[in-house]
Every structure is written in C-alpha cells, then in structure tokens.
C-alpha cells in the first residue's frame, strides 16, 4: 500500500491552509452554503427534531452494543439472497479480495461511488498495482481524482475547489475549451463517465446502512451515479465498516430523515437505493454477483475502549465540519487523512494510530458545536479530551526519568499558578491588587523573560493596559486620577 496519511506534519499543512486565499475563499462559500441549508431543514421539522436524534441515538446504542448479533444476522441474510460476504481484518487482506475478485474475472475497469471507506483502504492504489483502471464517478469524487487529489471533505469531496478551479482543470485534462458554466461542466463530466458505466465489469460502493432484519443495503446520493454502478456492471463490490449495520428497515426511516438534513440542506436525497441481493432472472436489474466486504481495520479496538465506542455511531453526515471554526479555517487536506474535522480528529487517531496523529485531538476549540448539529448527539468534545489524556500520558511514559522529574516539577507549578489566580480572584480588593503587581512584574521582567518565554513561543502575551478599565472609567466620568486609592468596598 501506499503510505497516504500526512498527520504527522499537521502543523505545517495547516499553516500552508491558512495562507491559501483561494482555499479560503472556497471554504468559507461552501461551509456558509452548508450550515444555512442545514439550518433551514432542521427548522422545518420544528420540535421533532430532538426526539428523532434521541431515537437514532438509541438505535445506534443497541447496534453498537449488540454488534455481533447483528452482524452475523445482516451476512445469512445476504447469502440467502445470492450474495457473498467476506470479512476482512484489515485494509491489505479487504484489496486483496477485490482485486482478487477482478482478475478472476478478467476485469480490466471498476467504476466506483464515493465511498470513504475505500479511501480509507486505498482501493484505488491496490486496483491499479493490479491493472485495473478504477474510475470515481461521483463529480465532485471525479474532479479530486483528475486532479490526483484526494477528497477534502466527507460529503463534498471538492469542497477546496471553486469553480474557476474545476474549469482549468477540466480544460487541461480532458482536453477542451475552458468554460466556467457548471451545466456545460457537468455534460462534459457526465459523458466521459456514460463510456465507463457501459463498459465496467465491477461496480464498488461504500454503504450507508447494512439492515439486518432484510439483508439490505442502502445508498443515499444526489446523482444517480450509484444506480448506475450498482446496476450495470456484472460484479458488485459493497465495502462497509462493521458499525453501519442497524437492525430493521422501520429504523431506516429516522436516519433517512436526519441524514439529507444534516449533510446538505435537503429533506431528502434524490436517490435512496435499497440493494437485496442479485438479480435472479435475465431480465431483472442489478449485479450477477453481489460480494458485500465487512471490514474491521481497526473498529473493534475503538468498540472495545467503552471512552470512545460512541464514534462508531457516526453516520457521516459531515455537519460537524461544516460547523466547526477549525475546519472552517483549515479545511480537509490539513488533518492528512481522509476523515477530516471533528470526526476526523477523533477517528483518526484511533484508526492510524495515536502516534501518527497526535496533534489531531487537539486541533479543537471544544467550543461542542459540533456536538450541537450531530444529529446522533456524539459527544465529540468529551471523547478529544479522553483522547488528549490518553496520549499525553502514552507521551509522559515515554519520557526519560530525569526529563519526567522536571515535567513533574512544570505539573506543580502550573497547579501552583491556578491555586494563586482562584485565590487573586476571589474578591474585587484582591483582584485589582493582582492586577497592579501584575503590571508591575510584567514592565520589569518584559515578555521575554525565562517565566513567559514557553507560553509565549507559540502565542501573544499583549502588554497590560498602564491602568485598568474602572481606573479608565472613573478618571473619565468622575475627572479623578487617584482611583487606586480609593478604597473599595
Ligand atoms: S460525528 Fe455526527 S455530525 Fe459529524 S459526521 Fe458523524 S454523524 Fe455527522
């Protein structure tokens, strides 16, 4: 495989966001767009709204906790029906399958939907070592693979990109005359991707929910790519992470409502395919073979760890991206893997390993919006902090002895610190008292003396103001200059 994860100089790459205009520009369209649409179809369900998350909370609670049963209930029913399954431990043994599957066959060109979970194992890279030219044909999936990009957000994959972007691109590599019409784009698109679904021999999705009771698998998407590679070619590839099972179809239907409201604004998505098995007679639709591949790749160490099992629930719906001042500023390339913003911060580490991606959990304000538009109530603010903890102790165990005496040293000092400050806080006379000496301390050390010079490495420390804002406003208001030495009651 290759090596595609770029966590490890997160701080370069978000600094490189931050100084890209264009990439600011785009960001700030696009996550405006999504939040406002989000919030007028949130709107229009009124109170509902709450009980539908609580009640989708629920159902992901009781799958999550009751895995394996329902698991082992979704793969007999999908073999009753035709299909294969195969479980995979790990993204090397899940390509293996599927490239297996394709030489088998003699399959040369695999058209694909947008599918994270195949980013996630780099099925691309595997079918291409393997000589099968794998085509995405969701457009925005379409234009970050012309572009050897990778997607910069979970639902909008080129969300980084504006429209001027996509007309040179389109221009440079499909080889005609530069418009900016989206209709004109889209055509253009659209006809280079018509050859490919006519004449692919695998079609490989991703999947939204695995329903139990009925052995189904649901696709929920805008453009009708996913009809289309999950009818055409002969062989259908579905990849799903363990956590998308949910037990019945009447479940559906509170998901089927949160999820188009929250990822782009809509009440609904304009195609929602339910995939039973394979076509039994000539004349049916669908695959002649359905091979639905469940992989683990990590997911069962996060079920198992009971602090952060609740980020299985994600349904992927991308609003805590798009609320989220980090994302919003950053952008989805800066966290170096494919799963970016709140979710991303959070999964990442624990799918890459922490060592990889441990300036990922704390790439948060925790200011909890996200929590506020997840519409399965995740508390990912709690789960970053467990997940700082958790490295920065991994860290401190890794530290030499005497390097952890004088860590320790800095713990007590810091906890020194906030006992004097809650106590300076405590009253108004011995607030302003800290306040003088503090000026005082801090004209006579300056900024760069050996107690500020940590903190103030990678931050401001703006010099205090000569005299405080009641000083200020009684000088003003009462023409007085001798404040401080009134006496306060
Ligand atoms: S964590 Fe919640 S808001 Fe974020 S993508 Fe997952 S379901 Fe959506």
């Not at 957000?153 to 996509?166: E, L, S």
């Not at 453009?223 to 992470?241: F, K």
């Not at 629930?313 to 609320?323: E, V």
């Not at 011995?430 to 103030?456: D, I, P």
Request: aromatic share 6%.
């Amino acid at each position: 495989m290759q090596d595609e994860i770029h966590t490890e100089t997160f701080v370069e790459n978000y600094r490189s966001a931050l100084s890209n205009a264009q990439l600011q520009k785009a960001l700030a369209i696009a996550t405006t767009k999504f939040t406002l649409g989000r919030g007028m179809a949130v709107a229009s369900v009124g109170d509902e709204w709450n009980l539908l998350r609580e009640r989708a909370r629920e159902i992901k609670e009781h799958s999550i906790a009751n895995l394996d049963h329902y698991l082992g209930k979704f793969a007999a029913k999908i073999e009753e029906l035709g299909g294969r399954v195969y479980w995979a431990r790990d993204a090397r043994d899940a390509n293996a399958y599927i490239t297996g599957l394709a030489r088998d066959r003699g399959i040369s060109l695999a058209v694909k939907s947008k599918s994270m979970m195949t980013e996630e194992i780099e099925l691309n890279h595997a079918l291409a070592l393997a000589g099968v030219e794998a085509v995405e044909t969701d457009l925005g999936e379409y234009i970050v693979q012309l572009a050897g990009e990778r997607p910069s957000h979970i639902i909008a994959p080129a969300i980084h990109k504006t429209r001027g972007d996509v007309a040179d691109l389109f221009s440079e590599k499909l080889h005609v005359e530069r418009t900016e019409e989206i209709e004109r784009m889209t055509a253009l698109a659209r006809r280079v991707l018509r050859q490919k679904f006519a004449t692919a021999g695998l079609g490989v999705t991703g999947a939204n929910f695995a329903v139990a009771e009925t052995g189904t698998i649901v696709l929920v998407e805008n453009e009708g790519n996913i009809r289309l590679t999950t009818s055409l070619p002969r062989v259908h590839v579905a990849l799903m992470g363990i956590e998308k099972v949910i037990p019945r179809l009447e479940d559906l239907a509170v998901f089927l409502r949160l999820l188009p409201r929250s990822a782009s604004g809509q009440k609904m998505s304009s195609y929602v395919s339910f995939i039973s098995g394979v076509k039994t007679s000539p004349i049916d639709e669908g695959p002649e073979e359905l091979h639905v591949v469940i992989l683990d790749n990590g997911r069962v160490d996060i079920l198992a760890n009971e602090h952060l099992r609740e980020s299985l629930y994600c349904i992927r719906c991308g609003a805590c991206l798009n609320t989220c001042p980090v994302y919003q500023k950053i952008g989805g390339h800066a966290y170096g893997w494919i799963y970016p913003g709140p979710i991303g911060a959070l999964l990442t580490p624990q799918l890459v390993g922490r060592e990889r991606a441990e300036n990922l959990p704390f790439a948060s304000s925790l200011c909890g919006a996200c929590r506020e538009v997840c519409p399965i109530k995740i508390n990912i603010p709690d789960m970053l902090l467990h997940l700082r903890h958790e490295i920065k102790e991994d860290a401190a165990a890794r530290v030499p002895a005497p390097a952890r005496a004088s860590n320790r040293l800095g713990r007590r000092l810091e906890a020194l610190g906030v006992k004097a400050w809650r106590a300076a806080m405590k009253t108004r006379r011995r607030y302003e008292r800290s306040a003088r000496m503090a000026r005082l301390a801090q004209s006579a050390l300056g900024n760069e003396s050996m107690l500020f010079n940590r903190w103030t490495a990678t931050r401001d420390l703006p010099p205090m103001a000569p005299r405080s804002f009641r000083e200020e406003w009684e000088s003003r208001m009462l023409g007085t200059n001798n404040s401080k030495d009134k006496e306060v009651k």
